[in-house]
Nanobody, 128 residues
Framework: MFSCRRLEGGLVQAGGSLRLSCTAS????????IGWFRQAPGKEREGVAA????????YYTDPVKGRATISSDNTRNTVYLQMNALTAEDTAVYYC?????????????????????WGRGTLVTVSS
């Protein structure tokens, strides 16, 4: 099972924050990189952030750099996404995704993140 929870956020005002968690239970956590993708209404899905629980490498896309922090608690097989200074552009359904990890992705990580497991999405709405 690959479950996602919204710890903070959901319907927030611009300038607020969100905190999401993603817990894996059906696969070996350390073998995968865990990422967050999002899809806004009428837009294509895009990467947000990812982390390798094995080596701690983190990845971010430009729209969230400096505002997002992804972290993992390997004892709980859980990855967290914290995002601050939200704007209406952050309104989207957020998905956690697990990708079998063969090593650092390098630039364009989100294009290489194929996604072996997908969690159910959670909606975050930012009001301006």
């Amino acid at each position: 099972m690959f479950s996602c929870r919204r710890l903070e956020g959901g319907l927030v005002q611009a300038g607020g924050s969100l905190r999401l968690s993603c817990t894996a239970s059906d696969f070996r956590f350390d073998d995968y990189a865990i990422g967050w993708f999002r899809q806004a209404p009428g837009k294509e899905r895009e990467g947000v952030a990812a982390i390798s629980p094995r080596d701690g490498t983190t990845y971010y896309t430009d729209p969230v750099k400096g505002r997002a922090t992804i972290s993992s608690d390997n004892t709980r097989n859980t990855v967290y996404l914290q995002m601050n200074a939200l704007t209406a552009e952050d309104t989207a359904v957020y998905y956690c995704v697990a990708d079998y990890y063969l090593g650092p992705y390098g630039p364009g990580w989100d294009k290489r993140f194929l996604g072996d497991y997908w969690g159910r999405g959670t909606l975050v709405t930012v009001s301006s």
